[in-house]
């Protein structure tokens, strides 16, 4: 990893018209955009509707990327641990039922988080309990759906 701080500037955004943080060394170009506008660009978004575009989503956006980053950082704290403990029994598993290893591994994460969250067990107990009910509710109806 480098350890070298990026000295960091002012510029003006091109798309919002904000003024934004960044790296020093992009004053040498001569268009600057936010984060957020790069993002509306990926996604489609032409620069004249960048500005009113950006008051309408930057919510939107600023979640979708705190979930990644959480999801990225949970996985690389949690994962080394699951492996080491998982990686032999795993191994005897179908590429599906491998997945859907994982991919439960994932919601049991996120129920702790949930869990840690709740104020007690009465709350926990209830707060489960609902969406237990939500999510049985929901496979039974995607069941009815494939008959
Ligand atoms: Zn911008």
């Not at 641990?81 to 994932?106: Q, V, Y």
């Not at 067990?121 to 929901?138: D, N, P, S, V, Y």
Request: aromatic letters at 8%.
């Amino acid at each position: 990893m480098n350890d070298t701080k990026t000295a960091m500037a002012k510029a003006v955004c091109n798309g919002c018209k904000q003024e934004f943080e960044c790296p020093e060394s992009m004053l040498k170009t001569q268009e600057h955009y936010c984060w957020v506008c790069c993002e509306l660009m990926a996604q489609g978004v032409e620069e004249k509707d960048l500005e009113g575009q950006r008051k309408l989503r930057e919510n939107e956006i600023q979640v979708d990327m705190l979930r990644q980053r959480v999801a990225d950082a949970y996985t690389e704290f949690a994962f080394p641990k699951w492996w080491a403990d998982e990686k032999t029994s795993l191994k005897t598993l179908s590429k599906r039922e491998l997945a859907e290893e994982c991919f439960n591994a994932g919601t049991d994460a996120f129920l702790d988080y949930i869990i840690a969250n709740q104020k007690d067990g009465k709350e926990q107990i209830r707060t489960l309990k609902k969406m237990a009910e939500i999510f049985e509710q929901k496979a039974q109806e995607k069941e009815i759906d494939e008959l």
